[in-house]
T-cell receptor, first 116, second 114 residues
Framework: NAGVTQTPKFQVLKTGQSMTLQCAQD?????MSWYRQDPGMGLRLIHY???????DQGEVPNGYNVSRSTTEDFPLRLLSAAPSQTSVYFC???????????????FGQGTRLTVV | AQKVTQAQTEISVVEKEDVTLDCVYE???????LFWYKQPPSGELVFLIR??????QNEISGRYSWNFQKSTSSFNFTITASQVVDSAVYFC???????????FGTGTSLTVIP
């Protein structure tokens, strides 16, 4: 069972470069989201999607872009990487909107991104 | 304001000791859900438990137990007879019935010393 698959696992970028973090889930989940994890700050929501074609901003959306053209995929784009975006990124999916039936989130393995 | 507060940043215990991880939440919704996740040193996030706001019954699963108290807005997690494999960062999270996201606490790093 693949679950939530994130690629790549590690990435080093130079300031100003752009890249896309890939996220795919095979559980037919409606809800997908991206978090960043920084020391002492827990998991902060970047963007989320409640279904194909629908996305919205979370707590820390600046510098990131998302789209959801299919149920399965939810890529995260860094438009012009900055050192402040050095972090561990997690993609997560859940059966439905978190508040609906209390669906738990399933997480990918994470992407450790360093911007130099 | 933080919706989920985990005041304990780091805890160290000796193997076989019991340890309680605190979680305090804040919400105005009457329907909400509380979660605990474990993040071992390998980095993945593992779901441990979900509780809805209408079920205050305590839950026990092996050495793990959870105490949900609406009166104090707390959802604490106790590990009995801790083991080295329990060493991890533990996150408490909240979702609200009319919300679109999970709110995570900042995590508690637990180290179990052999």
């Amino acid at each position: 069972n693949a679950g939530v698959t994130q690629t790549p696992k590690f990435q080093v970028l130079k300031t100003g470069q752009s890249m896309t973090l890939q996220c795919a889930q095979d559980m037919n989940h409606e809800y997908m989201s991206w978090y960043r994890q920084d020391p002492g700050m827990g998991l902060r929501l970047i963007h989320y999607s409640v279904g194909a074609g629908i996305t919205d901003q979370g707590e820390v959306p600046n510098g990131y872009n998302v789209s959801r053209s299919t149920t399965e995929d939810f890529p995260l784009r860094l438009l012009s990487a900055a050192p402040s975006q050095t972090s561990v990124y997690f993609c997560a999916s859940s059966y439905s909107n978190p508040g609906t039936r209390g669906s738990e989130a399933f997480f990918g393995q994470g992407t450790r991104l360093t911007v130099v | 304001a933080q919706k989920v507060t985990q005041a304990q940043t780091e805890i160290s215990v000796v193997e076989k000791e019991d340890v309680t991880l605190d979680c305090v939440y804040e919400t105005r919704d009457t329907t909400y859900y509380l979660f605990w996740y474990k993040q071992p040193p390998s980095g993945e996030l593992v779901f441990l438990i979900r509780r809805n706001s209408f079920d205050e019954q305590n839950e026990i699963s092996g050495r793990y137990s959870w105490n949900f108290q609406k009166s104090t807005s707390s959802f604490n997690f106790t590990i009995t007879a801790s083991q080295v494999v329990d060493s991890a960062v533990y996150f408490c999270a909240l979702s609200e019935a009319f919300g679109n996201q999970f709110y995570f606490g900042t995590g508690t790093s637990l180290t179990v010393i052999p």
